[in-house]
C-alpha cells in the first residue's frame, strides 16, 4: 500500500513539473490569449447576474508604446531590470513599514505578479505564494526580461473585464496601445492597484496626483528596455 501511494506521489510530482515546465517554455514564444483570472472573473460575473466582460487583444512588445513599460516599472518595480524575480529591498522594506500599518502592503514584482496572471489565481494563500514563488524562478530562468514585460502588459487586468494595454488603450483612450502618451500611460499605472475601482479613462484627484508622481519617477528610472551603446568605440594609436 505504501509502494503505491509513493508511486502515485511520484508520479504526480513527475508529471506537474514537467507540464509545469513545457507550459513556460511553450509560452516563451506563444501568445497567451487565456488566463486563470480572466475565467475566474467571467464566472463571477455569471454568477452575480452581471453583463458579461471580456476584452482582451493581444499584441506584441514592439506595438506598445514604450512609455508603458516605464510607467509600470516607476509605479509597481523600479528595480525589474536587475533583479531575478524578487527584489529582496524592497521585502525587507515591506516588513519593516508592515510592522506599524493596519494593512499590510505587499513587495510583489513585476516577473511575480506575471507568474500570478499567467498560471495561478488571485486569490492569496500560502499555497498559492509558494507556486508563485516556483512559477517566478521558471519565467525568470527561460523568459527574459522583454519578454515578462511583454506578457505583463498583455495579461494583467486593466478595468473591469479589461485585460491587457491593447484593451485598455482602446476602451479608456480610443486608440491603439502604440499611440497611448506618457500621461496616459501613467494614468493606467497608477490604476494596477486596484483596476476594477481606479478607470484610467476617467481618473479622479487620487489618480491623478498618482499621475504626477509616476511621471516624475519615469524619468528616475533606468531605459527599459536597456539603450545599446552604439558609440563606436576609438581606436588607440599604436
Not at 24 to 37: C, E
Not at 61 to 89: C, Q, T, W, Y
Amino acid at each position: 500500500m505504501k509502494k503505491k501511494i509513493f508511486k502515485f506521489i511520484r508520479n504526480l510530482l513527475i508529471v506537474f513539473f514537467g507540464s509545469s515546465i513545457l507550459s513556460v517554455i511553450v509560452l516563451r514564444f506563444m501568445p497567451v490569449y487565456f488566463t486563470p483570472l480572466m475565467f475566474i472573473r467571467t464566472f463571477q460575473q455569471i454568477i452575480h447576474g452581471e453583463d458579461l466582460k471580456w476584452e482582451h487583444t493581444w499584441i506584441s512588445k514592439e506595438d506598445i508604446s514604450p512609455h508603458l513599460p516605464m510607467a509600470v516599472i516607476a509605479s509597481e518595480d523600479n528595480r525589474f531590470a536587475e533583479h531575478n524575480g524578487f527584489d529582496f529591498k524592497e521585502i525587507e522594506k515591506a516588513l519593516e513599514e508592515n510592522k506599524s500599518r493596519k494593512r499590510p502592503r505587499g513587495a510583489s514584482t513585476i516577473s511575480q505578479q506575471t507568474a500570478k496572471n499567467v498560471f495561478l489565481w488571485p486569490a492569496s494563500s500560502w499555497a498559492r505564494k509558494g507556486l508563485e514563488v516556483y512559477f517566478t524562478t521558471l519565467i525568470e530562468l527561460f523568459w527574459n526580461k522583454e519578454r515578462i514585460m511583454e506578457v505583463y502588459l498583455n495579461s494583467i487586468e486593466m478595468g473591469n473585464g479589461i485585460y491587457g494595454a491593447e484593451a485598455v488603450a482602446r476602451k479608456h483612450f480610443h486608440k491603439n496601445a502604440g499611440k497611448l502618451t506618457p500621461g496616459e500611460c501613467a494614468l493606467i499605472a497608477a490604476s494596477l492597484p486596484n483596476p476594477r475601482k481606479f478607470n484610467s479613462g476617467k481618473p479622479g484627484n487620487y489618480m491623478l496626483k498618482r499621475q504626477k508622481k509616476i511621471l516624475y519617477l519615469m524619468k528616475c528610472v533606468p531605459a527599459f528596455p536597456p539603450r545599446q551603446d552604439t558609440t563606436p568605440t576609438k581606436k588607440k594609436k599604436k
